[in-house]
């Protein structure tokens, strides 16, 4: 069993920045390919970005790209998503997700743990 705890939500005018940061239990972290999704009120949850077990591969979705950056730190259990240039169509609440064997990425279903979330809310 892995859990996963988001932190770093919060209020930013547009053009700022947050640092989003995910904390994984359980020693098979490494393994795990790691994603960070987003939910909008009143909307269907959407994949933002991912990253492969070596931080050597990431996957964004085109409204992040280049913006947003993910990146992992496996001795520290830890994966962040840095936004920059926030917009107020990125204000939803964040999940990082953990897939335990790599399938489709950009997919929620893909993926076996989740975090509760954090709140990101972008003013303009």
């Known amino acids: 069993q892995v859990q996963l705890v988001e932190s770093g939500g919060g209020l930013v005018q547009a053009g700022g920045s947050l640092r989003l940061s995910c904390a994984a239990s359980g020693r098979t972290f490494s393994t795990y390919v790691m994603g960070w999704f987003r939910q909008a009120p009143g909307k269907e949850r959407e994949f933002v970005a991912a990253?492969?077990?070596?931080?050597?591969?990431?996957t964004y979705a085109d409204s992040v790209k280049g913006r947003f950056t993910i990146s992992r730190d496996n001795l520290k259990n830890t994966v962040h998503l840095q936004m920059n240039s926030l917009k107020p169509e990125d204000t939803a609440v964040y999940y990082c997700?953990?897939?335990?064997?790599?399938?489709?990425?950009?997919?929620?279903?893909?993926?076996?743990?989740w975090g509760q979330g954090t709140q990101v809310t972008v003013s303009s």
């Open positions: 997700a953990a897939e335990r064997v790599p399938r489709t990425v950009v997919a929620g279903s893909s993926y076996d743990y």
């Open positions: 990253i492969n077990w070596s931080g050597g591969s990431t």
